[in-house]
């Protein structure tokens, strides 16, 4: 091949005789006079950044690795950036002519121009979308593009590998800049540099450009059809106007969860799972709390092969039955084409040359990293003759990393050969040339290290428009060169340094439909509804168990049990044991509450943690908080991450000792109090916080009647030391005691933790706030549910009044546990039928004869 | 010879389906030699929405979404079809093996053939599958004649027995039990034709019911049946063989339609919401007329 290997690549920052390139001037004079402390503090500033805000979604104490950011950018002049995406736009153009061929008349593999195996043997070719049968006009299968590049000893930048599918890492770029804008401002100074911003923009607009084509083209078959049932079904919400853009997420268990979540935002899409949609009559609805939306545009972000277990792989839980469908049906446009991941072949660079030619009539403006494709005779002679010179990846594989024979050992070695040799269509090889290196932060100063360069594009409807910036990944020496972005790793950001030519490109002008103007949030995803439910359940309870353990270990803090306690501590432990909080067999309190005391300390443990530990809670609510990020502000994002952080080391640290035991409740405690006043402060109260408001009112609720119940199942004589504990649990004690001093006796004590609805801490407070709530999701709708409530409250409110009127209150409270647990199972039934009201889980669904094993499916329709 | 079919599926569930759409290849592709005189796809409950299209292999392929809740589901093809199949080249005047191997480099002649050279998600390459096939090509062996020796071979070798292997049963084991069904010894066959660099293909159709006055019932009848196409080289084309019963295909087979293994041709797939467990009910009726 045309380059010889060389053992290190060209300097991005120096030119080889000691000189500084002249675009690196400013950023090195920048970061020198920067008052930081150097450059090891810089990168930890920036680290630090990254880490509070979780850019890559890292649940709090999770462990999980993120991309971090090196302070030094990599600056390329204006000039360049434009030669390399001219040739990055051809080279989208050329891949968009193959796909139509390959899709379509496949006159590439008839004339021999591509060999069969690059399309016949290649797991991203997807033969459900290439049906016979004339193409839609105005079809496209790229809509946005990137390329990874690396600089050769010449100093020309070659593509390395095309991604078509997730063009990942868009994120960290657009993160890098802000980060670094915001920690090290004074790196700026005096640069002229692009934005990223616009870039966002032009992709915006055109996806609002393809969803109108399609609600247009919905609105005339509506006006032709009119009257006909067929286009009409049970939940479609009415008077849909604007075009429905989502953009389809694997969901939290994805590596570029944060990413997908970043975008959507950027782009105003909605974020969504397979389970979220459903196909009727051939076109792809959004299933929300008003009904059934309908999605014109779907910018995928899942793996292709998942999206219709029907045409696809059957065994994918993700994916949406009749997507394929419907996409052929072009009532919805999937962008990317699904299909084409076949163009991320790294073998396919072998033919580009050629393909330029015949296709467009002109060379190719970009080249690639030369490329042989192992399936011919010559190419493998080639690569046999010294294999430590080649890196081996896959022919159509452009995900796996690639295999280095200068890494392996001779039996290694052989293997790989003998691999090759078997099926040598699935191999391909480029030489291992070192990319350019570029300076990154080290412990004594700048380190020299090996990037590469991911530069994004994007259709606008008329030509091709590029991020003025990028992701520049920095190859530590463990790392592979190819492959996949992987989910952790350290990046630059890429400065693209304006010069006079260049023009400033302003935001383009918004699709000009005017927007209905809202109060509601009626397009709230039933699963996002659902989500943030559990979340308000689950940070109640998290709360409420707090508060138990707390009101115990205080007791068993004292080391002597008064009688008194004694009776406050049986009924402590049942309602800890009712909670899931700690095993029956630890309830006992007999020598001093031992097995209590360590059930408790058990309840931290992460290790095999029960379900409905304390450990379990807390998993239970950074997973939530996740799953909810796109709906919550930064600052609420950060009091859910930081304090959960903080409860989670206080847990580890607590090694067996009562006191700080006792502190991480109260921490608890604290970190469900900040949550609480975030939302009542900053949530607005549509739809996201009504259903967080909710599952916190359901739960304190259920937790009330459960704990008085306990309580109170005592003889009559006992009854007073149980009433003290019950106001203990509601908080209540001041209040009582500035209305009654310590008069304590069980009509007053009911009255307000029970009956009066003036006590935030109270049952009859929790009722009211769930009616009402209840009433405000249903808005027009039926209100069947809030009567539930409102009975509810009627049912407790008589309760207390009888109570009251008994001659002998003390024998009437003794009477109340049977129908408290009564009542606390009916609220727990009372959030049974909101589940399945609002979020309406469906019964899994089932492949059928598709020969293999039934897939768990969320629920979709 | 002209045949009626009927192929009935019936699904019963246990609980009422909400919403269910089936993908179904049961219609018979027009070839020049099977003229398909009718042929209809009749769903109880009939279907929302019915979508018809030709797929990748060129097989007629149908969608059919149910919508209403719906505690079983029939699907029934009714078809009326004529077939010839071509008389196979003379074995010994085929080409040698090694001359129709070369079909994965593709271009004019072959492209559409190579296809069928490369494993598939059903048909992994498997070593011993690939050295059973293989000791029917010794070198410079006319194609066909090996491919008859093949044929041979597995219906001595192998017994027909259901219930040993599910359609997600690898070659490999099929080969090691010695014993399975019309699906498993076209996986096994197809598995060590491509390992040669052979092209060969998975025929999804029915074989007569009844046998022809004078000779014994086939194995596979009253059900779905599958065969081996084999590539003889672009002079002489496809012909058709079936393992199972050890003979080429002339006048007792009708074809739904191809592709690279089972997977590409799953008589009805679906996808169901509800229904608890489900019972399945085939009946294959193929009837000389």
């Known amino acids: ?861 | 010879m002209r045949y009626r079919v009927e192929h009935s599926t019936r699904f019963t569930y246990a609980d009422p389906v909400d919403l269910a759409c089936h993908m179904v290849r049961l219609m018979p592709r027009e070839l020049p030699y099977q003229k398909v005189l009718s042929s209809e796809v009749v769903a109880d409950p009939v279907a929302n929405r019915r979508v018809e299209h030709v797929d990748h292999f060129g097989n007629r392929v149908g969608w059919l979404f149910l919508e209403q809740p719906h505690p079983r589901f029939t699907v029934t093809l009714h078809a009326e079809v004529e077939v010839a199949f071509p008389a196979p080249p003379a074995a010994a005047s085929t080409p040698p093996w090694e001359e129709v191997a070369t079909a994965r480099q593709g271009g004019p002649g072959q492209w559409q053939a190579a296809e069928f050279a490369f494993p598939s998600p059903m048909v992994a390459a498997d070593p011993d599958v690939a050295a059973y096939v293989a000791e029917s090509f010794p070198a410079g062996r006319p194609i066909l004649v090996g491919i008859v020796d093949v044929l041979r071979r597995i219906r001595e070798d192998f017994s027909f027995r259901s219930g040993v292997t599910t359609i997600a049963t690898p070659v490999g084991q099929v080969l090691a039990q010695k014993a399975g069904v019309c699906q498993d010894f076209s996986h096994l066959m197809i598995s060590g034709l491509r390992n040669l660099g052979l092209p060969a293909r998975y025929v999804s159709g029915y074989i007569r019911t009844k046998p022809a006055p004078g000779t014994a019932r086939r194995r596979g009848a009253d059900q779905s049946h599958a065969w081996v196409g084999c590539w003889l080289g672009s002079a002489l084309g496809w012909v058709d063989v079936d393992p199972t019963n050890d003979l080429i295909v002339a006048d007792e087979h009708v074809v739904l339609g191809w592709g690279r293994d089972y997977g590409d041709l799953s008589p009805v797939r679906g996808v169901i919401l509800g229904g608890g467990a489900h019972s399945l009910d085939v009946s294959v009726d193929l009837e000389a007329v």
């Not at chain 1, 690059?118 to 946005?144: C, T």
């Not at chain 1, 890429?494 to 010069?499: A, C, F, G, K, Q």
């Not at chain 1, 304390?614 to 990020?629: D, K, P, Q, S, Y």
Request: proline letters at 6%; hydrophobic letters at 45%; one cysteine or more.
């Open chain 1, 1 to 861: 091949m045309s380059i010889p290997p060389s053992p290190t690549g060209i300097d991005e920052m120096v030119d080889g005789q000691g000189g500084l390139r002249p675009h690196w001037r400013q950023i090195v004079s920048a970061i020198s006079l920067s008052d930081g402390g150097g450059l090891a503090d810089l990168s930890q500033r920036l680290n630090d950044a990254f880490d509070n805000e979780g850019v890559t979604g890292i649940l709090p104490g999770s462990g999980r690795h993120s991309w971090r950011c090196d302070p030094l950018p990599l600056p390329i002049p204006a000039g360049e950036f434009a030669a390399l995406t001219e040739g990055l736009a051809q080279r989208a153009e050329l891949l968009e002519a193959v796909l139509e061929d390959i899709y379509g008349a496949q006159n590439l593999l008839a004339d021999g121009v591509l060999p069969p195996a690059i399309v016949y043997a290649n797991d991203a070719y997807l033969r459900p979308s290439h049906m016979q049968g004339p193409r839609r006009p105005g079809h496209r299968y790229l809509d946005f593009y990137a390329a990874d590049l690396v600089r050769g000893a010449d100093g020309a930048w070659r593509v390395l590998a095309d991604r078509t599918v997730g063009a990942a890492g868009i994120a960290y770029a657009r993160e890098n800049r802000r980060m670094l804008q915001r920690v090290i401002p004074e790196v700026f100074r005096g640069t002229q540099l692009l934005q990223l911003r616009p870039f966002f923009d032009i992709w915006q607009t055109a996806l609002q450009r393809l969803g109108q084509e399609r609600a247009e083209a919905r609105r005339f078959q509506q006006s032709q059809f009119q009257g006909q049932t067929q286009f009409q079904f049970a939940g479609q919400a009415p008077a849909q106007t604007g075009p429905g853009i989502a953009l389809l997420t694997p969901g939290t268990s994805s590596q570029h969860w944060f990413e997908h979540m970043m975008l959507s935002r950027e782009l105003s899409c909605a974020l969504v799972e397979g389970g979220d949609l459903t196909v009727r009559g051939g076109a792809v609805f959004l299933k929300t709390l008003k009904g059934l939306q309908r999605v014109d545009v779907l910018l995928n972000r899942a793996n292709a092969r998942s999206l219709d277990p029907l045409e696809l792989d059957a065994g994918s839980g993700i994916g949406v039955p009749g997507l394929m469908d419907a996409a052929r049906g072009a009532t919805i446009r999937i962008s990317n084409d699904p299909g084409v991941g076949a163009m991320e072949a790294p073998a396919l660079a072998a033919w580009l040359p050629a393909l330029s030619m015949r296709l467009l009539g002109e060379p190719l403006k970009i080249a690639s990293v030369p490329t042989l494709w192992l399936g011919e005779a010559r190419a493998r002679e080639t690569v046999w003759r010294d294999p430590a010179q080649w890196l081996i990846r896959g022919a159509t594989d452009g995900r796996s990393a690639a295999i280095e024979p200068a890494r392996l050992n001779a039996a290694e070695r052989e293997a790989l050969l003998a691999d090759i040799a078997r099926e040598p269509w699935r191999f391909a090889a480029t030489p291992a040339v070192a990319p350019s290196v570029a300076p990154c932060a080290g412990p004594n100063g700048m380190v020299p290290k090996p990037v590469v360069l991911r530069i994004y594009m994007v259709f606008d409807g008329r030509e091709w428009r590029a991020m003025d910036g990028g992701l520049a990944r920095v190859i530590e020496s463990d790392e592979k060169l190819c492959g996949a972005l992987p989910g952790e790793g350290l990046s630059k950001d890429v400065w693209i340094l304006n010069d006079e030519r260049s023009d400033i490109v302003g935001p383009p002008a918004l699709p000009a439909f005017a927007v209905a103007i809202r109060r509601t949030a009626g397009d709230l995803p039933s699963r996002v509804a659902d989500n943030l439910f559990w979340l308000g359940r689950y940070v109640e309870r998290l709360e409420g168990s707090a508060r138990l353990a707390r009101a115990t270990l205080h007791r068993l803090a004292r080391g002597v049990i008064m009688p008194h306690e004694l009776i406050e501590l049986e009924a402590l432990s049942r309602s800890l044991e009712q909670a899931d909080l700690i095993p029956a067999e630890a309830t006992g309190i007999l020598g001093g509450g031992g097995a209590l005391l360590s059930a408790l300390m058990g309840s931290l443990q992460e290790r095999g943690r029960n379900s409905g530990s304390i450990a379990w809670l807390i998993g239970n609510v950074a997973r939530l908080t996740e799953a909810v990020r796109d709906r919550l502000t930064g600052d609420m994002y950060g009091a859910f991450t930081s304090g959960l952080r903080q409860i989670r080391y206080s847990a580890r640290h607590v090694n067996g000792n009562v006191e700080l035991l006792s502190q991480t409740m109260v921490e608890i405690l604290r970190f469900s109090a900040s949550v609480a006043g975030l939302a009542a402060e900053n949530m607005v109260r549509g739809g996201g916080w009504m259903f967080l408001e909710l599952g916190r009112r359901m739960e304190r609720a259920r937790a009330i009647c459960s704990q008085v119940g306990f309580a109170l199942e005592q003889p009559p004589a006992r009854v007073e030391p149980a009433l003290r504990l019950v106001l203990e649990l509601c908080d209540s004690l001041i209040t009582y005691r500035s209305r009654y001093l310590t008069v304590l006796q069980p009509a007053p004590v009911l009255d307000l933790v029970l009956a009066d609805d003036g006590n935030p801490r109270g049952l009859a407070f929790q009722l009211v706030a769930i009616a009402d709530l209840l009433d405000q999701i249903a808005g027009q709708g039926d209100r069947t549910l809030s009567a539930v409530a409102t009975g509810l409250l009627e049912d407790i409110q008589a309760m207390v009044t009888r109570v009251a009127d008994a001659a002998d209150q003390s024998a009437a409270a003794s009477g109340l546990p049977e129908p408290l647990h009564g009542h606390a199972s009916r609220i727990l039934a009372l959030s049974d039928q909101v589940t399945r009201h609002y979020f309406a889980l469906l019964p899994a669904a089932q492949t059928l004869g598709s020969g293999e094993a039934a897939p768990s499916f969320r629920g979709a329709a």
